[in-house]
């Protein structure tokens, strides 16, 4: 297949990212009109398809509402937003962080993967359990440093979640290693009570090498527990200055 990259699109993705910033980090408020089309196109410096393409875009991540023939109003994306957001929400544009946000990836994780792990034991094939293995093995190597096991230790859970076979953990998975690995070296030294368990993991792995979704559950919630109590304090401490 023969495509070349075309350049209109990086304009729409420029406008759509300028846009979304405004209405995620709070300067457009829900309810707000948003300016004409034909205000839009000299604000930003594109042209009007441009423009309508990013306002679709912005439609369907359910940031804005288009009435057509009237205005283009803010929507409250945390009652109408999709799932793929949560990565943007993380940091603001000026470098900020959102501590509810943080949290809420951090429960979100300790939630789904005891569920992930049960059915991974009983769905996991060969090919999950070998990729299960070679990240294991990395992640029982104390002399690997913390940064480098921290990024091995969510490919370990990517296979664990392809064995689960549930598309729908797998989406939520996305984002939340979407909205993990900006921050994976600085966080990693409050996963060690994680990524040093390696009993913990071992129980883990067997359970689900052996098919015993119950003895999975039980070994995932333990294995994250110690880890998600550390990255929650560890929001709470954050200085004010760093915080949005």
């Known amino acids: 297949m023969n495509l070349a990259p075309v350049a209109r699109r990086s304009v729409v993705d420029g406008a759509y990212e300028q846009l979304a910033a405004e209405i995620l980090d709070g300067r457009l408020v829900p309810g707000e009109v948003l300016p004409a089309e034909r205000a839009l196109t000299e604000l930003l410096g594109v042209n009007r398809q441009a423009v309508r393409e990013a306002l679709q875009r912005l439609a369907q991540d359910g940031l804005v509402t288009i009435q057509h023939g009237g205005a283009t109003r803010v929507r409250e994306f945390r009652q109408t ?143 994250l527990a110690a880890s998600s109590a550390a990255l929650t304090g560890l929001v709470a401490q954050l200085p004010e200055e760093f915080v949005k």
């Open 81 to 223: 937003g999709a799932l793929h957001l949560l990565p943007r929400l993380v940091l603001s544009a000026d470098g900020k962080v959102d501590r509810s946000v943080i949290r809420s990836v951090i429960e979100m994780r300790l939630a789904i993967g005891p569920d992930v792990a049960r059915l991974a034991a009983q769905r996991a094939r060969p090919e999950h359990l070998a990729r299960v293995a070679d990240a294991a093995a990395v992640l029982d190597d104390g002399s690997v440093p913390a940064v480098r096991r921290s990024h091995v230790n969510l490919d370990l859970w990517d296979a664990l979640v392809d064995a689960s076979d549930n598309i729908a953990y797998r989406f939520a998975y996305n984002s939340l290693r979407a909205s993990f690995e900006p921050v994976a070296g600085f966080v990693a030294d409050y996963l060690t009570s994680e990524l040093d368990d390696v009993k913990g993991r071992r129980r883990l792995l067997t359970a689900v090498r052996d098919g015993k979704p119950e003895a999975a559950e039980a070994a995932a919630r333990k294995l």
